[in-house]
C-alpha cells in the first residue's frame, strides 16, 4: 500500500508533463511547417515566453485533476481561449485535448454535460474572433469534443472493468483461501479421530502386555495381538482419508463410519477398559449422514480420552433422537490412580466444532462418578451452520 500511495502523485504528474512536452513539439512543427505562420508572428519578442507560462499553467492546472477535475479542466479551457485570441489556431494545444479525455475518466452525468457546454461555448466565442466565420469552427469544435469525450468514456470504462475484476479476484481469492483452511481443518479432525484412537489403544495395550509379560504371557501375547491389530485398523484408516484426498469429483469414494459402526469402536475398546455398555435406539440411524458421521467421532475420541486418562474405567455410551435432536452422552467411572494429561486438546475441540457446525453444542466435564462426561446435542436434519 506504501508503494502504491507513493505512485500516486506521480503518476499524476506523467500525464500532463508529458502532454506538455507533446504540445512543444507539436507547437514547433506547426511553426516549421508553415502552417502556423500568423501564429508564429505574435510569438516574436514576449510572445513566446507567454505561450510557454500558458503551457506551464495548463500543466500545473491538469496535475491537480484527480482532486478538482472541473477546475482543472475550466482553467485549461480559459487559458486555450487567451492563446487563441492571441496566437490563433496554434492555442488548440495537445494539452487542451488532453484535459478534455481526462475530464471525462473522471465526471459523468449532468456535470460533465454543464462543464462541457461552458468548455465549447469559450472555444467557439474564442474561434470567432480570428475566423471569418463561425459555423466551421464550430464544427470542428464539436467533432472534436465528440472524440475525446467518446475517448476518455472508453477509457473510463475499461478501467471501472479493470477494478472490478480486481476486486472479483481478490474475493475469489478470499473465499479459495477460507475454503482451503476449512478442508485444513477438516483434514486434522479425521486424521485426529483415526489416529488418536487406535494409537491411544495401542499405548495402553501395549504398556499392559508389558507389565503382564513376567506373570500372565499368555494374556501378554494376547494384548500384543490386539496392538497388531489395532495398529493394522489405524493404516487402514489412514489409507481411507488418502483415498478420499485422492478420488476425483467423479469417482466414487469410500463410505464414512456411522451410527451402526460405534459396535466396532466399542470392540476394539474392551481390552483397555473395564466395560463399555451402550444404549442406542434404532432410529438413530435415520438421521442425516453428517449427523451420524460426528456422533461417530465424537464416541471414537470420547473412548481415546477413556483410554487415555481412565483405563480400566467403566464407560457408558447414551445415544437417543428426541424432540427433533440427537443427544449423545460418553461417560467413564474415572481412575483411582494419577493419570496422564498430556496433549494439546486438539480431540475436545474437534468435537465441540463438530457439534457446533452441525447446528448443535457439546459439553465435557467432571461427573458426579468422579470421571468425565462429554455430552453432545445435534439436529436431526444436520442443517450446516455458515
Not at 161 to 182: F, G, I, P, S, Y
Not at 214 to 228: F, I, N, T, W, Y
Not at 275 to 281: G, Q, Y
Not at 347 to 365: F, K, S, T
Request: hydrophobic share 45%; net charge negative; glycine share 8%.
Amino acid at each position: 500500500m506504501r508503494n502504491l500511495r507513493g505512485w500516486r502523485p506521480q503518476h499524476a504528474v506523467v500525464v500532463p508533463g508529458s502532454a506538455l512536452a507533446v504540445s512543444l513539439l507539436f507547437t514547433v512543427l506547426l511553426i516549421a511547417s508553415g502552417i502556423a505562420d500568423s501564429g508564429r508572428d505574435q510569438l516574436q519578442g514576449w510572445g513566446t515566453p507567454l505561450f510557454a507560462g500558458a503551457l506551464l499553467l495548463m500543466t500545473a492546472a491538469q496535475c491537480a485533476r484527480r482532486r478538482y477535475p472541473i477546475a482543472a479542466y475550466l482553467v485549461t479551457v480559459a487559458v486555450t481561449c487567451a492563446l487563441v485570441v492571441t496566437v490563433g489556431d496554434l492555442g488548440f494545444t495537445p494539452l487542451y485535448w488532453c484535459s478534455i479525455v481526462l475530464l471525462a475518466i473522471r465526471v459523468s452525468g449532468a456535470r460533465l454535460v454543464a462543464t462541457i457546454a461552458v468548455g465549447i461555448a469559450g472555444d467557439i466565442l474564442a474561434s470567432s474572433t480570428t475566423a471569418s466565420g463561425w459555423i466551421v469552427p464550430t464544427m470542428n469544435i464539436v467533432i472534436s469534443y465528440t472524440v475525446l469525450l467518446a475517448l476518455g468514456k472508453v477509457i473510463a470504462h475499461n478501467r471501472s472493468q479493470a477494478e472490478l475484476n480486481t476486486a472479483e479476484l481478490r474475493q475469489h481469492t478470499a473465499r479459495l483461501e477460507e475454503a482451503v483452511e476449512n478442508e485444513r481443518r477438516t483434514m486434522a479432525r479425521e486424521l485426529h479421530d483415526v489416529a488418536a484412537h487406535h494409537l491411544t489403544a495401542m499405548i495402553v495395550q501395549a504398556r499392559s502386555a508389558d507389565m503382564l509379560i513376567d506373570h500372565d504371557p499368555a494374556k501378554s501375547q494376547e494384548l500384543m495381538r490386539d496392538v497388531v491389530a489395532s495398529g493394522q485398523r489405524t493404516l487402514d484408516g489412514l489409507r481411507q482419508i488418502v483415498g478420499i484426498l485422492r478420488y476425483s469429483s467423479d469417482e466414487a469414494t469410500p463410505p464414512q463410519p456411522m451410527v451402526g459402526d460405534i459396535a466396532d469402536l466399542v470392540e476394539q475398546s474392551a481390552h483397555s477398559l473395564r466395560s463399555v455398555t451402550t444404549d442406542i435406539t434404532d432410529d438413530v440411524e435415520s438421521v442425516d449422514s453428517a449427523v451420524q458421521l460426528a456422533c461417530f467421532r465424537i464416541v471414537q475420541e470420547s473412548l481415546s480420552n477413556a483410554m487415555r486418562h481412565a483405563p480400566g474405567s467403566r464407560v457408558h455410551i447414551e445415544l437417543c433422537r428426541r424432540n427433533g435432536m440427537v443427544h449423545l452422552t460418553v461417560s467413564d467411572t474415572g481412575h483411582d490412580g494419577p493419570a496422564a494429561r498430556d496433549g494439546q486438546g486438539l480431540g475436545l475441540a474437534g468435537m465441540r466444532e463438530r457439534a457446533v457446525l452441525l447446528g448443535g453444542n457439546l459439553e465435557a466435564g467432571p461427573n458426579d462418578d468422579g470421571g468425565w462426561c462429554v455430552t453432545a446435542r445435534m439436529p436431526v436434519d444436520g442443517r450446516i451452520v455458515p
